[in-house]
């Protein structure tokens, strides 16, 4: 008897354990943007292909687009989903970049310049883990207020 307890008890640390690493795992993996079910605001960049991987204790977020002109863009966040800002590498629009974690399924995100917030939204991504809504709101280059809802599809 004692021993079937000491089993049921590992068995359900380990299916916490995975439940949990389920959870932190929504965001991990490449994700493509699709265009048709998104909103784009005229005039503004678009993240063609967004990967989230594991990065010792932290994520790196590596975004590929397309900027307002066409030409490629390629842009680096190595932090953690803890409110704290973590400096972006590549892209000459932002130098900051803060990403917190609401719940196993979302985040909030602030995109900062010279310290300044540039834009500032949530990312969420569905029960089934297939698709990732990013809807931002901001000020572009010009001063002109943005607003735009990105679908990416899980690959």
């Known amino acids: 008897m004692k021993a ?3 089993l049921l008890t590992l068995a359900l640390c380990f299916v916490g ?3 949990s690493y389920a959870a932190d795992d929504a965001f991990m ?3 493509k943007l699709n265009e048709a079910k998104s909103k784009l605001s005229p005039g503004t960049p678009k993240n063609n292909t967004v990967v989230y ?3 010792g204790d932290s994520v790196k977020v590596t975004v590929d687009g397309t900027s307002t002109d066409g030409a490629p863009t ?10 704290k800002a973590y400096p972006v590498t590549g892209d000459p629009t932002e130098d900051e970049r803060i990403y917190k974690k609401i719940d196993d399924h979302t985040l909030a ?7 300044k917030v540039t834009t500032s939204g949530r990312i969420v991504v569905s029960a089934d883990g297939k698709t990732r809504t990013v809807t931002t709101h901001g000020t572009d280059a010009k001063g002109m207020k943005t607003s735009s809802t990105a679908v990416y599809d899980k690959q």
């Open 4 to 6: 079937r307890a000491v």
């Open 17 to 19: 354990a995975a439940v």
């Open 29 to 31: 993996g490449t994700w």
């Open 53 to 55: 991987e594991a990065s």
């Open 74 to 83: 390629h842009s680096e966040w190595t932090g953690k989903f803890d409110g």
């Open 109 to 115: 995100l602030t995109v900062m310049k010279g310290g």
